[in-house]
């Protein structure tokens, strides 16, 4: 079992639409949450961090946290052409600290 | 503030040769990853470095790739002998601790014929 896993996609939605990203995590023990947009042939940026089960709002992008179900989601209102990239979940493990990134879900926003 | 510097940025090399990566994290960050990017793939962590230690390297093949971060602040990956399958982009990130946010340098996009 991957310790994070994402539906590759490809996930296509028109300009202005609301883009939703899925990712789950195997280790309950996982306490630091990350979503990353990669843009293509460039490097990862951090788009938002959430820790706390819930709904953590920045601009456009809303994360979701439910740890109980070890799912982690983001949300991306009134999408623009300029959001199509690679969407990365990340999870660090409470225990060593370790790591790791999802396979990434490739997003396309239609003008 | 400067952002992470890495080089090369491209590196093309016959498998079997040797190749090194240097990184320059951001001044101040204590703590330095390597991950290997391959093609259609999350990164993967290779190794971390708390300052000059090593805090994990469980992914790191330890047969053909090592890593250094001798005074604690930049680093060097090796990859001795390359393999077919060791053509990815490597890339090197640095955070003020390991509870902080991650920045990425612009990566290495290494190809091994």
């Known amino acids: 079992q991957k310790e994070v896993e994402q539906n590759s996609g490809p996930l296509s939605v028109p300009e202005g639409a609301i883009a939703s990203l899925n990712c789950t995590y195997s280790d309950r023990g996982s306490q630091s949450f990350f979503w990353y947009r990669q843009y293509s042939g460039k490097s990862p940026e951090l788009i938002m961090s959430?820790?706390?089960?819930g709904d953590k709002e920045d601009g456009r992008f809303t994360a979701q946290l439910n740890k109980a179900s070890q799912y982690v989601s983001l949300l991306i209102r009134d999408s623009q052409p300029s959001d199509s990239a690679t969407y990365l979940c990340a999870v660090r493990r409470r225990t060593g600290n370790q790591f790791y990134f999802g396979t990434g879900t490739s997003l396309t926003v239609i003008p | 503030e400067a952002g992470v510097a890495q080089s090369p940025r491209y590196k093309i090399i016959e498998k079997r040769q040797s190749v090194a990566f240097w990184c320059n994290p951001i001044s101040g960050h204590a703590t330095l990853y390597w991950y290997q990017q391959i093609l259609g793939q999350g990164p993967k962590l290779l190794i971390q470095f708390q300052n000059n230690g090593v805090v994990d390297d469980s992914q790191l093949p330890k047969d053909r790739f090592s890593a250094e971060r001798l005074k604690g602040v930049d680093s060097t990956l090796k990859i001795q002998p390359a393999k077919l399958e060791d053509s990815a982009v490597y890339l090197c990130a640095s955070s003020l601790d390991s509870n902080n946010e991650q920045f990425f340098g612009p990566g290495t996009r290494l190809t091994v014929l």
């Open positions: 959430i820790y706390s089960n």
